[in-house]
């Protein structure tokens, strides 16, 4: 190649990487993102000062707006709108996910696991890794999976100890089918309804209880309800991922991507340990409103839970075997 030539390579390769660079300083881009928490608790919290970060730390360019309480499309029809491509966060359980990549039924079924810590070490998992990349074929880039909001609970108005007290009981459940078939499973008759409705629904007696954590209860002051007692079931540990369109992430410079992947690992880093910190405190102020916590029949729910351990159409062969693999290692 002759000098002239090279040295026209070199002054467009100069050109493009100012012209690149010129771009990514002026790129701005704004997302909403909707959650269905209240403004008392931690995830709301936690999103709130995941986004204040980004914005300072990006100079601006990246806006998260934070809209708590499904004050936009939450649940099943936030995660629709990632994979429309929408400029959307969705933070939901990965239940909802489940509905693009079966495996996260799994990581989401009942009774798997017996701390906080052992979710966060299987979310860093190649396990878990090998979902997320299936995730992304489907247009759901999943930045974090561990906003975890508590073990969720029975609360109900009769004491629970066993599968045979939940019989002709409406308990109220998130709408996904992973809810529906636990608490079908644990003998309850499950009634699926957006949170914005459960309270009102309990009130009225159009269930007769519902389930949840005891940041939930604290956090929307369910204990104000008539469901003061508390079966600590530990059926499902409730946990958000935060969920972005892969069009549009992959339009976002990288030098921002690094920032905003990095705060919100931080942030759900931050959730866990301060929920950890928070949970005896929290239990002692619902016991100081009249809330009563009684322990259950595990063995029996365990049994009863048993079925859903068969794996689902869609589901890669083994996945339950390999989540069990991977929890055996850490005990
Ligand atoms: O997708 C996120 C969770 O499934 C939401 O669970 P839900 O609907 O029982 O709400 C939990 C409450 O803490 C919301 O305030």
Partial sequence: MSFKKILSVLCAGIILSIGSQAMADDY?????????FSPAEQLTKSMDAVAESILEKTD???????????????????????????????????SFIGDYVPDFKALYAPMLYRSFD???????????????????????KILALDYIYGFRN????????????????????????????TLTAMGAVATPLP?????????????????????????????EGPTKNVANTRHILGTCGVYISTKVWNEIPAKY???????????????????KSQH???????????????EVDGDAFRKALAPLYAEQPGMTPGVFKAIFSELDAMR
């Fill in 28 to 36: 701005k881009l704004t997302l909403k993102l909707s959650h269905v």
């Fill in 60 to 94: 601006g360019a990246i806006r998260i707006q934070t809209f708590p309480q499904a004050q936009l499309p939450a649940y099943k029809e936030g995660v629709e709108q990632v994979v429309r491509g929408a400029n959307f966060i969705s933070v939901e359980d990965p």
């Fill in 118 to 140: 052992e979710y966060v070490k299987l979310t860093r998992s190649k396990l878990v890794a090998d979902m997320q990349a299936k995730a992304e074929a489907q247009g759901i």
């Fill in 154 to 181: 029975l609360i109900t108005q009769k004491v629970i100890t066993k599968p045979e007290d939940l019989k002709g009981m409406k308990i109220r459940t998130p709408g996904s089918k992973s809810y529906i078939d």
């Fill in 195 to 223: 949170w914005g409705e459960t309270l009102s629904a309990v009130q009225q007696g159009v269930v007769d209880g519902l389930e949840g954590s005891e940041f939930t209860n604290i956090g929307t002051k369910v204990y």
């Fill in 257 to 275: 991507q690094a920032i905003i992947q990095e705060e919100f690992t931080k942030g759900a880093n931050h959730m866990v340990e301060t929920l």
């Fill in 280 to 294: 005896g405190g929290v239990v002692k102020e619902l016991e100081s409103y009249g809330v009563k916590f009684n």
